[in-house]
């Protein structure tokens, strides 16, 4: 079974702070996605990833950045957290074929405050 | 402009009924097509992909695909408690690898 494991489950931090969110994958997956999850607006992309070291944009990739410096790990980066970054992120990997399905983590519940 | 629309529902449905979720999208040249069932507090889990026009059953659910009326739909025979969820539609365009989502449809079956 594809296993994605993001490093914490539930994080707590103050406004200014750099934040790192990790996401860990086992399948030797090609492309890896960051979204956030809030009520009434559905998944939202930040950032992919279809190979170490390249990225792409997502819908909302402000105050966020993103690193790939190994195939497995896909690092989410809050500059400086704000309070309207608090959400739950979702990390989501997917084999590099056209014909297959996205796997997620677990999900981190982040609050800023 | 919307790209995969859901009614978010609630649906509720009796113990043992079908229910019926249904998925449209606006960019015709869509060519994969995912249901996800996501807990309340957890992460989505796949239930179920499509790639092709009709139908393809597993177990319970069965998904169904129009590509010319653009949409796609999730059946759940003989739907349990445990079905109670957020049912995620997601579509990726041809030659793209990222699925953008629908806003999901809640789901509620009561005893």
């Known amino acids: 079974d594809v296993k994605v494991t993001q490093s914490s489950r539930y994080l707590v931090k103050r406004t200014g702070e750099k934040v790192f969110l990790e996401c860990v994958q086992d399948m030797d997956h090609e492309n890896m996605f960051w979204y956030r999850q809030d009520p009434g607006l559905g998944l939202r992309l930040i950032y992919f990833s279809y190979d170490v070291k390249m990225k792409e944009k997502g819908d909302i990739p402000e105050g966020y950045s993103v690193s790939r410096e190994k195939k497995e790990r896909f690092s989410l980066i809050l500059e400086s957290a704000s309070t309207n970054q608090t959400s739950m992120y979702l990390c989501?990997?997917?084999?590099?074929?056209?014909?297959?399905?996205?796997?997620f983590g677990q999900g981190t519940r982040l609050t800023v405050v | 402009q919307k790209e995969v629309e859901q009614n978010s529902g609630p649906l509720s449905v009796p113990e043992g009924a079908i229910a019926s979720l249904n998925c449209t999208y606006s960019d015709r040249v869509s060519q994969s097509f995912f249901w996800y069932r996501q807990y309340s507090g957890k992460s989505p889990e796949l239930i179920m992909s499509?790639?092709?026009?009709g139908d393809k059953e597993d177990g319970r659910f069965t998904a169904q695909l129009n590509k010319a009326s653009q949409y796609v739909s999730l059946l759940i025979r003989d739907s349990q408690p445990s079905d109670s969820a957020t049912y995620l539609c997601?579509?990726?365009?041809?030659?793209?690898?990222?699925?953008?989502f629908g806003r999901g449809t809640s789901l509620i079956v009561h005893p």
């Open positions: 989501a990997s997917s084999q590099g074929n056209l014909n297959t399905e996205a796997f």
């Open positions: 997601a579509v990726r365009r041809g030659g793209s690898y990222i699925p953008t």
């Open positions: 499509i790639y092709s026009n």
